[in-house]
C-alpha cells in the first residue's frame, strides 16, 4: 500500500478512535454528575428506596474509577494529535513532497507517538 493511501486509512481511523473517546469520556462525565444530583435530591426527597439510593449513591465514583482507569480523554487527545500529524503530512504529499520523506517522517511520528500513549500504568518505550 502506498503512503498516501496509508495516511487516508489513519486519517479515518484516527478521526473515529478520537471521537469515540471523546464521547466516553463526556457521557461517563454526564452520567456521573447526573447520578450525583439525582442521588442527593433522592435522598432528601425519599425518592427511592435505601437499596436504590445506595446503589445510585456508588456510580459516580464507579464512573471516576473507568474514566481514570480507561483514560478516555487522554486517549482521545493522543488520537487527534496522531491524526493531525497524519493530515499536515498528507496534505505535504499532496504538495508534491516526496513518498520516501513523508513515508519516515510518520514513521518517525508513529513511534515517538507510541511513548506518549495514555497506557493503564507504566508507558511502552
Same mark, same amino acid.
Do not use: C, F, I, Q
Given at each position: 500500500m502506498a503512503i498516501k493511501e496509508d495516511l !487516508?486509512?489513519?486519517i479515518a481511523r484516527?478521526? &473515529?478512535r478520537a471521537t469515540s473517546n471523546y464521547w466516553a469520556a463526556y457521557l461517563l462525565s454526564v452520567v456521573a454528575v447526573l447520578? $450525583?444530583?439525582a442521588a442527593g435530591l433522592s435522598a432528601a426527597g425519599t425518592w427511592l428506596d &435505601?437499596?436504590? @439510593?445506595?446503589l445510585l449513591s456508588t456510580l459516580p465514583g464507579a464512573i471516576l474509577v473507568i474514566l481514570k482507569t480507561f483514560k478516555f480523554e487522554e486517549r482521545s487527545n493522543w488520537h487527534y494529535r496522531t491524526l493531525y500529524?497524519? &493530515?499536515r503530512l498528507h496534505a505535504q504529499l499532496t504538495q508534491g513532497r $516526496? !513518498?520516501?520523506k513523508i513515508g519516515q517522517e510518520w514513521w518517525d511520528a508513529r513511534m515517538r507517538m @507510541? /511513548? !506518549?500513549?495514555? /497506557?493503564f500504568g507504566k508507558q511502552l518505550n
Open positions: !487516508e486509512a489513519d484516527y478521526t &473515529k447520578a $450525583s444530583v &435505601k437499596d436504590n @439510593l445506595a500529524t497524519a &493530515k $516526496s !513518498e520516501a @507510541l /511513548g !506518549e500513549w495514555p /497506557g
